[in-house]
């Protein structure tokens, strides 16, 4: 089978996948690099390990409305695992049969792992920020002070997992007033953080503690001439910056943080650390993550990184 290829409901319908398929299914899906992260992830694991000689891992483009005929189509067609992406990630929690409890208060699923009555659902987007925030600025979540932008479905992952790690403040500003109000009720009976606030993006919280970091989990940056979502010249020197979105590979927001001299990252880090956790659910094994940014890296015709 073709891994570069896309997918439909039509060939999932007619056609058998041999050995251990793997995919991501999302509506647009023609641009994700999961396939070529996954699939170098997999050819390394199968150096050292026969048992993953037959893993593949495809792309499929499933419309919403297609969806819950499509689930029961990839169980039975003993797909392991499922990486899910805009805009099934919601839809798919009514559908499976268990859900994880992070995910859970997450609200989204991201991860599928087949058994045979059903799929469980996990979500992995908050650890792939967490791993990324300390491979990028030596960042723990634990303890730290957050600024997050956004109150959107990456927002809520963000959102949990710093509840769940235990950070010191976390202060969170949107540009609709409600979707942030429904954020915060959310993270109401959530223990693990004692200062939770909230801010209109205009203005940023004032008496700042020295250090921290501020996480866009907006949209705003990802077209041409999109302006940053706050001024960072209002943060304290000691802030670092990081952008979720890795594609311009610098935004607004992090081209003014780095004018300003503050340490900046974008999101392919945590694109790469959800999948290679991922990876570890479906596997059981230790993944290279290496490996899966050399090829995000090759597929988003990037200069290639070492980290
Ligand atoms: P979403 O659910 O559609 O949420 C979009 C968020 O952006 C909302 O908070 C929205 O605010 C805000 N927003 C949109 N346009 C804005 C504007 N003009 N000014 C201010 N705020 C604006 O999207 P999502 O799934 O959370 O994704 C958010 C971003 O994270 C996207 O750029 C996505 O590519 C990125 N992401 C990256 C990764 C990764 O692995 N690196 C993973 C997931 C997502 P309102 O509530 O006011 O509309």
Redesign the pocket.
């Given at each position: 089978m073709d891994t570069e290829k896309t997918y439909t409901l039509q060939d999932l319908e007619t056609t058998e996948f041999d050995g251990t398929p793997l995919a991501v299914v999302g509506h647009p899906i023609q641009h994700s690099v999961s396939p070529a992260m996954h699939n170098a992830a997999l050819a390394k694991l199968s150096e050292s390990d026969s048992r993953f000689k037959d893993w593949a891992y495809y792309r499929f483009d499933i419309a919403p409305e297609d969806f819950s005929r499509a689930l029961p189509l990839f169980h039975k067609r003993s797909f392991l695992g499922l990486n899910l992406t805009?805009p099934h990630k919601v839809q798919a929690m009514d559908l499976i049969q268990g859900v994880s409890p992070d995910a859970k208060c997450m609200g989204a699923v991201n991860t599928l792992v087949w058994d045979e009555f059903g799929y469980d659902g996990f979500n992995t987007?908050g650890v792939?920020l967490s791993r990324g925030l300390e491979v990028d600025l030596g960042i723990s979540l634990k303890g730290a002070n957050v600024i997050l932008l956004?109150?959107?479905?990456?927002?809520r992952a963000a959102a949990v997992q710093c509840v769940l790690s235990g950070c010191a403040q976390l202060h969170v500003g949107?540009?609709?007033p409600a979707?942030l109000q429904d954020l915060m009720s959310l993270l109401d009976g959530m223990s693990g953080c004692d200062h939770i606030q909230t801010f209109a993006?205009s203005a940023l919280p004032q008496d700042l503690p020295s250090e921290g970091v501020v996480v866009n989990?907006?949209?705003?940056?990802?077209k041409a001439g999109d302006p940053a979502?706050i001024d960072v010249a209002q943060l304290p020197d000691g802030w670092k910056v990081y952008d979720?979105?890795?594609n311009p590979s610098a935004t607004a927001l992090l081209q003014q943080a780095d004018a300003r001299g503050l340490q900046i990252a974008n999101?392919?880090s945590?694109?790469v650390h959800?999948g290679a956790r991922a990876l570890e659910i479906w596997s059981h094994v230790k993944v290279d993550a290496h490996v899966m940014m050399a090829a995000a890296c090759h597929a988003l015709k990037l200069p290639p990184r070492y980290d």
């Open positions: 805009i987007d792939g956004g109150s959107g479905g990456a927002a949107n540009r609709t979707r993006l989990a907006t949209s705003l940056g990802l979502p979720m979105i890795y999101g392919l945590m694109l959800q």
